[in-house]
């Protein structure tokens, strides 16, 4: 292949890199403004819209199963169900955060998800870390605490339903790496159990739950729902895959770099759109927060970075060398 269109190929990666990040991107702080949205103006019950997004999410797959672009593994359903169990409760209650909280108190509460997840790991695996991860982490709890204890419109049911989803995100990304290597499903493939289980719990229970929300708001619901429904299960839908392909393009540490950036962009456009109060103290917790995250993502990158040279290091060429 000649240079020319080794830099072809390589430019057209780059190109779709770029506009799978685009999609990620803006589709990610949509599905978040468009959710509050429909909780404070258009009285929508959380787990309902939960679950048809997972629908609208698993009939996208199926598409994308006709179209070839995965193919379906046939595994145990009783095996998946732990997971998504998790994966249904680390949503939801992401949900009913975002409903009871501002958007500000909301984003950094899923921050707090990385110092749960290193505690669970230490708990669970044992596993050590640097002191670097550590102090990162420690940050961001301070700057998590500063922002818990300033923000003016402090909603104590919706910090609960946050920590909830904090434990439920743990568990999921803790239990994900082992459910994979076990049943040896692609994300894409266990997205599809994922997503088809997710939906049939949640509406199940939405329906036995919520029936009264359910009743009030269908006893309204017109074509401007059903374009509000739509577009929150697309949106869903492309937030979903996206990141697979995001992934399988570049890494997983770009894509968690590439999250940090996310949130720092929904916090903006959150204030901006619903024009949530935040004083000094928020300010300050929410930028401390931040540079944990960021230094803890560093800090990670740095422990792989070392790693890979450890396993360089032990190659057969460079062992026999050293005999």
Known sequence: MSTLKISRVKNKRWLLIFLLMTINFVSSIAIVMLNKHMYLHREMPPMFLVGFQFLFTFVGLLFLIAARFFKVKSVSILKVVPLSIAFCSFVVFSNLSLKHNTIGTYQILKCLADPFTFLLQVIMYGKKYTVNVKLSLLTVLIGIIINYWSDVVLNVLGTMFGLIAVIACSLYYTWIGTTQETLQLDPSQLLFYQSSISALLLLAISVT?????????????????????????????????????????????????????????????????????????????????????????????????KSRSRLAGYSPTSSNQKN
Do not use: H, R
């Open 209 to 305: 739950i919520e029936y009264p929300e359910l009743y009030s708001y269908f006893d309204k619901f017109d074509s401007i729902e059903m374009i509000y429904l739509t577009v929150s299960g697309l949106l869903a839908l492309l937030v979903s895959t996206s990141v697979f392909y995001i992934i399988n393009q570049t890494s997983v540490i770009t894509y968690a770099v590439f999250c940090k950036l996310k949130i720092c962009a929904v916090l903006v456009v959150g204030y901006v759109i619903f024009s949530e109060a935040m004083v000094i103290g928020q300010m300050v917790g929410v930028i401390i927060t931040l540079i944990g995250t960021f230094s803890y993502t560093a800090a990670k990158l740095s422990e792989q970075g």
